[in-house]
């Protein structure tokens, strides 16, 4: 089993940022990808940004290219989501993921997630 933890939400005003935090723990994989995710309410789950655990390949939805960024330290197994510019649409329960195939965006790839961190972006 792969346990996965998030940290980091909370409320922040549009154009502000927030880093998001999943630990990992666990059985992990020689080749793996982490994946965040959120779910707005009333919204089906969607991708949000991948990164290859081993190689570092990383992968974003067009909505937050250019805002999010997703990076990984493999000495403290965890994985960041730092968000920047952050607009009301943003707002969601953020959910952390991983999959044994790296570089998926859809989240039927992935077989382990954690519990989720709400961040509230205000107008």
């Known amino acids: 089993q792969v346990q996965l933890v998030e940290s980091g939400g909370g409320l922040v005003q549009a154009g502000g940022s927030l880093r998001l935090s999943c630990t990992i723990s666990?059985?992990?994989?020689?080749?793996?990808?982490l994946g965040w995710f959120r779910q707005a309410p009333g919204k089906e789950r969607e991708f949000v940004a991948t990164?290859?655990?081993?190689?570092?390949?990383?992968h974003y939805a067009d909505s937050v290219k250019g805002r999010f960024f997703i990076s990984r330290e493999n000495f403290r197994n965890t994985v960041y989501l730092q968000m920047s510019n952050l607009k009301p649409e943003d707002t969601a329960v953020y959910y952390c993921?991983?999959?044994?195939?790296?570089?998926?965006?859809?989240?039927?790839?992935?077989?382990?997630w954690g519990q989720g961190t709400q961040v509230t972006v205000s107008s």
């Open positions: 666990g059985r992990t994989f020689s080749s793996y990808g």
């Open positions: 993921a991983a999959s044994r195939i790296a570089g998926v965006r859809n989240a039927r790839d992935y077989n382990y």
């Open positions: 990164i290859n655990w081993s190689a570092g390949t990383t």
